[in-house]
């Protein structure tokens, strides 16, 4: 559980929210356990706070997070009419938040998506991230542990930074596949170490 009044030292939350979202973010990243936020001691919130908290873990983890793997506490009245403020002016949030990414057209906004994907895959289905994206069981662990910050920042760079990783062997299989074989072969659940170069090991 994270006792705000003594995380922030403070009765009153304003600019501490984006401080609060990571900390949120790693545990739910590396736990399975339902996350408590306890608002006992905390005497005044404003909707800033709410925004910069509440708004990334949105994004990063989709609106199901909130109700299955975060639990806020203690909320008073004055507590939730801080929340829907923030909520009702969620619109202009993301519109600024959208505003600070420096994306470089196309090439950026396929990268992203890419990113996003495999993150996905990887820490839903792993064999499945390894067959699709061409990846080895280590970078997708590293895929699964990636935020969005850090996903944003690789995409911005404006150049196509995700490849496949496939081997020549791999690439071969694949050739001498009719076109009605592969998706059975993609979908194989196995260990794909070998099909890889050892140099993505």
């Known amino acids: 559980m994270i006792s705000l009044k003594e995380l922030f030292k403070s009765d009153i ?25 306890d608002f006992d001691g905390v005497s005044n919130v404003s909707p800033l706070f709410f925004q910069d908290f509440i708004f990334p ?6 609106s199901h997070a909130l109700n299955n793997k975060l639990r806020l506490i203690n909320l008073k009245d004055d507590h ?23 994306r470089s057209g196309d090439i950026s906004d396929l990268t992203l998506e890419l990113l996003l994907k495999a ?9 499945a991230a390894q ?8 970078m997708a662990k590293t895929f699964s542990n990636m935020d969005i910050k850090l996903i944003r920042r690789i995409a911005n760079a404006g150049v196509m930074c995700f490849e496949p990783r496939l081997s020549p ?14 998706d059975v072969f993609l979908n194989i659940v ?6 890889y170069e050892s140099e993505y090991a």
Request: proline content about 0%; glycine content about 6%.
């Open 57 to 62: 873990i949105v994004i990063e983890f989709g």
């Open 119 to 127: 993150r996905e895959l990887s820490r839903g289905d792993t064999s």
């Open 131 to 138: 067959a699709i994206f061409g990846i080895n069981s280590s």
């Open 80 to 102: 939730l009419i801080s929340y829907r403020a923030a909520c009702d002016q969620s619109s202009d949030y993301l519109d600024k938040l959208s505003a600070r990414q420096t």
């Open 13 to 37: 939350l304003n600019n501490q929210g984006t401080l609060l979202s990571k900390i949120i973010t790693e545990k739910l990243i590396n736990s399975e356990d339902k996350c408590l936020v």
């Open 169 to 182: 062997e791999f690439a071969a299989r694949l050739a001498a596949l009719d076109a009605s074989e592969i």
């Open 190 to 195: 196995g260990d794909l170490e070998d099909f």
